[in-house]
């Protein structure tokens, strides 16, 4: 298919992260440098606000604002939790022909990525000439066929920097500390708490992930041996824990509330953290026990970013723009690691990206299901980047005078 002249159009979906603005204006800027792109619009509220179209005129917006949009976290055109099906995506189609829409962006998760391959679909059928480009994000980290997906590093910071921050205080007071963290299918988020550790004794000291079975009696055995070997337990939980059946343990006490995609509500109330917080208390008989759930805090905080993940999510941005207009190509952008540490971006099928998640490997996770393995702190850790140093005093201990050892 030849190059055709046209407009852009860009949109967000799904759930916002640090850098998904980066994302943003990396494909603006880059689209602003081809000739046979006349105006360059966003969509607000994702394919919502492409069917109404809500539309703004990127074309117009200065370098200045663009740049300071880039580095404010959550999503600048707002977002969607809409879900399209067939009929969804040709209003879409309808509105990107009414507006001679030549280029579309759509930078969300594995669903955005679905939304991509049928409106590719849909443009073969028809003849109209749309290069669709699927820009990756998700905290989650777990789109196929990329290494990583941008949203994922600075959420991870944000995780392994609040559980340092939980290791020292509870090294302070201590006692058992529980913290949730998102993850309904896969435990990326929950796994980088693993680079709160700096001593031997440094919490999490216990790590649940989605992808092992959790069961009651385990947990409190893994609380009760920890608490014995260093008087104190912190405890990182992803919300989508299973039990042996592969039901969620949420699910048994949530009342069965569902969202808009139908799932299951997790760990919104902060009921599984006050039930993991009361078996301990219950049956261990430990009484200074506490218990977190992050929310929504690590997806968008304020200042708690990785620099390589704000790069990273800056060039998918501008590789869509490359790919879609420069090599008149559809697809989505990925992230393939090089050598230790360095990236480079391929272009992926749609159908190969869409619907389907991963989960973390079998080698990313302890035989006994409740830590993480260095393989997967290897992974991690330059997607993160620097974290805050974390020290101890060292000095002498004093020899006792009036309360001598017998």
């Not at 006692?175 to 990326?188: L, P, T």
Request: hydrophobic residues 35%; glycine residues 10%.
């Amino acid at each position: 298919m030849s190059i055709v002249p046209g407009k852009v159009l860009i949109a967000q979906g799904g759930g916002p992260t640090a850098v998904i603005n980066q994302s943003l204006v990396g494909a603006v800027l880059e689209a602003r440098k081809f000739p046979q792109v006349s105006r360059i619009y966003g969509a607000e509220h994702g394919v919502r606000g492409i069917v109404g179209e809500e539309f703004l005129d990127l074309t117009e917006a200065t370098t200045h604002n663009l740049e300071a949009v880039a580095r404010t976290p959550s999503s600048g055109l707002l977002s969607t939790r809409d879900k399209p099906d067939l009929e969804y995506c040709r209003e879409v189609f309808k509105v990107c022909q009414a507006h001679d829409i030549r280029y579309l962006f759509y930078i969300g998760g594995n669903d955005s990525a679905d939304t991509c391959r049928i409106l590719h679909e849909e443009s073969g059928k028809t003849g109209y000439s749309l290069r669709v480009i699927h820009i990756p994000k998700t905290i989650d980290n777990d789109l196929k066929v990329t290494d990583h997906c941008p949203g994922y590093g600075s959420a991870a910071k944000f995780v392994a920097q609040s559980f340092a921050g939980a290791n020292l205080d509870n090294r302070s007071l201590p006692g058992v500390y529980i913290a949730v963290v998102m993850g309904r299918h896969a435990g990326f988020l929950t796994a980088a708490s693993c680079l709160a550790r700096k001593y031997p004794d440094d919490g999490p000291h216990l790590i649940y992930l989605p992808e092992r079975a959790f069961t009651k009696d385990q947990f409190l055995g893994d609380v009760k041996r920890v608490s014995e070997q260093y008087g104190r337990c912190i405890v990182a939980v992803s919300e989508g824990i299973v039990g042996p059946s592969g039901k969620p343990i949420a699910a048994e006490f949530t009342g069965g509330e569902k969202d808009s995609h139908g799932n299951v509500q997790l760990s919104g109330t902060g009921a599984l953290g006050d039930l993991l917080g009361d078996w301990v208390k219950k049956e261990l008989g430990i009484k200074r026990v506490r218990s977190d759930t992050f929310g929504y805090l690590q997806r968008s905080f304020l200042g708690c970013v990785s620099e390589v993940d704000q790069r990273e999510a800056r060039e998918v941005g501008e590789k869509a723009a490359q790919y879609g207009i420069g090599h008149n190509r559809d697809g989505s952008v990925a992230i393939r690691r090089v050598g230790d540490y360095a990236v480079e971006y391929f272009l992926a099928r749609l159908e190969d990206v869409a619907r389907e998640a991963v989960e973390m490997k079998d080698e990313f996770i302890n035989a006994e299901g409740n830590q993480v393995t260095e393989a997967f702190a290897r992974y991690v850790r330059p997607l993160v980047g620097d974290l805050p140093p974390m020290e101890r005093i060292s000095a002498p201990r004093v020899a006792k005078v009036l309360k001598k050892s017998a």
